[in-house]
């Protein structure tokens, strides 16, 4: 059984910047990614970030040159940092975890980007 837990998500102005935590515990064999995905009101749920067991990331599209996946020193947890923040941003923000071809999520954390 694994479990995901995010934090770090909040009310925050355009161009700010937010960092989210996202804790795994449970029964890991071979964790093959973390990572982060979003989803907005009325829109399909899509890639953040992905940190890959050998240590490459891979990013989304509206991600690139803002936001930083990285591994945290507690083992099995992952943060993602966002920076120059948008109001197109705005979603809730769920930890992913693939182990063994089986997908995890967490419950999800807000984010929204206003003035």
């Known amino acids: 059984q694994v479990q995901l837990v995010e934090s770090g998500g909040g009310l925050v102005q355009p161009g700010g910047s937010l960092r989210l935590e996202c804790a795994a515990s449970g029964s890991f064999f071979s964790i093959d990614s973390m990572g982060w995905y979003r989803q907005a009101p009325g829109k399909q749920r899509e890639l953040v970030a992905r940190l890959l067991s050998g240590g490459s990331t891979v990013y989304g599209d509206s991600a690139k040159g803002r936001f930083v996946i990285s591994r945290g020193g507690v083992r099995n947890t992952v943060y993602l940092h966002m920076n120059a923040l948008k109001p197109e941003d705005t979603a809730v923000y769920y930890c992913?975890?693939?182990?063994?071809?089986?997908?995890?999520w967490g419950q999800g954390t807000q984010v929204t980007v206003s003035s």
């Open positions: 992913n975890l693939v182990q063994t071809s089986r997908m995890y």
